[in-house]
């Protein structure tokens, strides 16, 4: 993976810290334990083998099978959030449901299928900038973490910084309506304190990304609750606002579910 990214071979101090933040071995013996599943049998066995309860609200809002939807929602935790809410989501479309996702994620094969892959780190490629358009063109069902990144503490309140507008623009263009879902969850105190410390110091490595499996572990036997709201016609996204000012109204509603 790192020899892919860096376009040559790393050093053995940097592979060592590497699977030290990454817990490689913990990861390796639970995606063991989910074995050959694909897509959202993956997600669901992801959710099973880290025991983890999902609580469902809302579940009788998801539209029905057969239209195009944007699925959009907060990121508060940067791995399950993610997983749980495409379990329960996923289950209920057969032409499929597509995530755009982080590169590195393809990795996990049995997964690769249901993402689109997304470059965090350098530029986006043309390939990959047709590969998202030709989702938003397709009748598989979109799923989306405007944010960008995992919900940061500030105040006090652990909330997703500022959406990015593309999704509010999609949905007119590709005639998408969106649903809103709200996912109740948080990282451990730790992860909140390296962001705050990172930023305050102006690092720019993510040093709390590189921290998100052990986010993961720390998951295990929790309660995820996931409430989906109403669908929002992308007819009622008019020309009263800008994308990027329905982009935060929506992010507003989906606090309030």
Known sequence: MLEEKMHRKPKKWMVALIRWLLI???LNTYLSKIGDKQGVDFMQGVVDVLDIKVEVTGEENLPEPGTPYMFVCNHPLGGVDVVSVASVVGKHYPEGLKIPANDFLLLLTGIKDMLIP????GGQSRSLSEKINQAYASDVQLMFFPAGKV???NNGVIADEEWKKNFVAKSIEYKRNIVPIRIDAKNSRFF??????RAKFGIKFNIEMALLVRELRKQMHNTIKITIGKPISY???DETKTAYQWA???REEVYKL
């Open 192 to 197: 909140y304190i390296v962001a705050k410390l």
């Open 24 to 26: 490689e071995d913990w």
């Open 118 to 121: 997304v470059n965090k780190i």
């Open 235 to 237: 007819q009622s996204l």
């Open 248 to 250: 935060q109204k929506i």
């Open 151 to 153: 919900s940061r503490k």
